[in-house]
């Protein structure tokens, strides 16, 4: 009798017992249980740069102190300036000014989980849904978004540190970073 043959069987079986219990144990018990949502359709039409500069810029700000007040450990300073730029299919974006954190939140948020308790109620206050999970991202970045009616996006990412972002299409003919008022609104 080939030896080889009669072994086949049993590795495989042994190798889809071992993959099973591993992808049971890949799972952190203190990490989200949360499905990663999709965006909801655009529903609404851009509004004009200082309309929504002002929209956008309040949103941050709130989700800032909401997640001081929740990880009062970490704090959040300015990273890159307010930004606008056409994208391929030709809508004006504007970026207001990006924020980093002091230090990673992964595992301080207990994998978002504090992200989610803090930014929640902001989100829904300035008409966003809830973020509802972690995207599936390569290269070891925890992602989360959230994506309103008009197309705006909020996005938190960490990888030691963090940083919240914000990207919105706006109405402007120019698009041109110089309407921005200081130009690093």
């Not at 709130?62 to 056409?86: C, G």
Request: with cysteine.
């Amino acid at each position: 009798m080939n030896r080889r043959l009669d072994r086949k069987p049993w590795a495989l079986a042994a190798a889809l017992l071992m993959a099973t219990v591993a992808a049971g144990c890949t799972t952190t018990p203190d990490g989200p249980t949360r499905e990663p949502s999709s965006a909801p359709p655009v529903t609404a039409s851009p509004a004009p740069l200082a309309e929504s500069a002002d929209k956008y810029d309040s949103l941050r700000a709130d989700l800032v102190a909401a997640l001081e007040k929740q990880m009062p450990d970490i704090t959040w300073s300015a990273d890159d300036p307010a930004r606008m730029s056409r994208v391929q299919d030709g809508r004006c974006v504007f970026s207001p000014q990006s924020m980093k954190s002091s230090a990673d939140i992964v595992e301080r948020s207990r994998n978002f989980e504090e992200v989610f308790t803090a930014a929640d109620p902001v989100l829904k206050k300035h008409g966003f849904p809830a973020f509802d999970g972690t995207d599936p991202v390569p290269g070891g970045w925890v992602v989360t978004r959230s994506t309103d009616g008009v197309g705006a996006t909020v996005t938190i990412e960490s990888k030691s540190p963090a940083y919240l972002r914000i990207t919105a299409p706006v109405a402007s003919e120019r698009c041109d970073t110089n309407e921005l008022a200081g130009g690093d609104k």
